[in-house]
């Protein structure tokens, strides 16, 4: 545990007191919620406790648990958290710095222990800081300046080479003081409801060609007499909840060469904490056997595709299963977006367009600072014209 006085903030007529924790339970659900009280289901205090208490972050994953707690140093009470672990890698981040380690390490520096602000594992934008319910707007950049000056002192003193805010929602980046840290800008591709009344609705928008492909795409698997259903994750069974984990297992086992990030143990404890906000989509054959399976999380406005695997494989089973059913069921419960996870140009024949992602990052050696900053700013503006130029491929007969 280490506590930090920001006296720098007695300028703003306000002082903090920040402590380290190394474990979400020292911080409870209560003063959690308090502070971070939107439905976005990863920065739910169940799902990160989850990680931890799984064993999929601590111990020798290489995520090590060093949450933020702020506290108003007159009142003592809290007034912000920001979940946090020390990496000894870049695995399961989705916002690549590869190429950064490397260059320290071609330099003779040590790009590891980073810090990183992120849900491990899980490419979706939401907030990063939670600020209590009680903080004013006002205050809250007063709070941010005050862990930018904690992060820059912790590196100097644990030779951290470097902090990284990823997937930071756009309301929190704007809070961001203008003279710390660095931005870089990604992309992804998400589905929006634009009030359609079903599938054929969504599909009447798109090109003759674009539509017709679709269509064969579907058609073809549906000579597989192949049944899709989903399934809340608080009402799924536990050989359906079994079934998905070795599903999941499986697949990123073929892909990666090696086990998925999350263990059963961590699945089976959502069904437990977080059910309610869980559809496991489960893929029978014509004999009502199991052969596929994909994990979805809902929220008021969006539906969030995270995980899928299958037993067989079948020509379009997972287009049809990680998108066109996300699809489809957005369209049914009135959900505005459907975020299907990192990457894949591929979606954009489907209907997906690309949105702008945002990170920050401090840097604490001073050289590396200026090439990345410049490196970002870089990317930024090629990001900017890569996403004007593949909207122009969308498939709808209007484009945005």
Known sequence: MINWLNNKGKTLQ???????????????????????????PFIKF????????????????GWQASHLVIKDETTGKICA???????????????????????????????????????????????????HIDVAPSARKAILIAICEYLEQKMLNYHHSSWHGLFISEEQLALWPQNMGITRKGTQFHWHNKGYSDFEHFLETMTSRKRKNINKERQLLASQNL?????????????????????????????????????????????????????????????????????????????????????IEIDGLHFETCYYQGIDYAIKNNLSVFDAGAQG????????????????HLIAHSEF????????????????????????????????
Not at 394 to 400: C, E, G, N, S, Y
């Open 14 to 40: 306000q002082a903090f007191l920040i402590t380290e924790v190394n474990n979400i339970d020292e911080i409870g659900r209560l003063q959690w919620k308090q502070c971070f009280n939107d439905d976005n």
């Open 46 to 61: 169940d799902f990160l406790q989850g990680l931890e208490r799984a064993g999929c972050v601590g111990g020798a994953s």
């Open 81 to 131: 958290i920001m979940p946090m672990y020390e990496k000894t890698h870049s695995w399961g981040e989705y916002v690549f710095d590869w190429a950064w380690a490397e260059a320290y390490e071609r330099n003779q520096l040590n790009y590891y222990p980073k810090l990183v602000t992120s849900v491990p594992f899980i490419p979706a934008t939401g907030h990063r800081f939670g600020f």
């Open 227 to 311: 049944n899709f259903t989903f399934v809340s994750g608080e009402d799924a069974s536990l050989a359906q909840w079994h079934h998905f984990i070795k599903c999941y297992q499986l697949t990123y086992q073929k892909r990666s060469g090696h086990q998925g990030y999350l263990n059963e143990a961590f699945f089976l404890g959502l069904r437990q904490s977080m059910g309610e906000v869980i559809r496991l989509l489960i893929v029978t054959d014509c004999h009502q056997q199991m052969i596929a399976a994909a994990l979805f999380f809902v929220s008021k406005s969006h539906l969030y595709g995270r995980y899928w695997g299958t037993l």
């Open 345 to 360: 140009e591929h979606k954009i024949a489907r209907g997906f367009e690309p949105i702008a992602t945002y990170s920050k």
């Open 369 to 400: 600072k200026e090439a990345i900053s410049h490196y970002c700013l870089q990317e930024q503006q090629n990001m900017t014209l890569y996403m004007a130029q593949i909207s122009q491929q969308l498939p709808f007969k209007d484009k945005p």
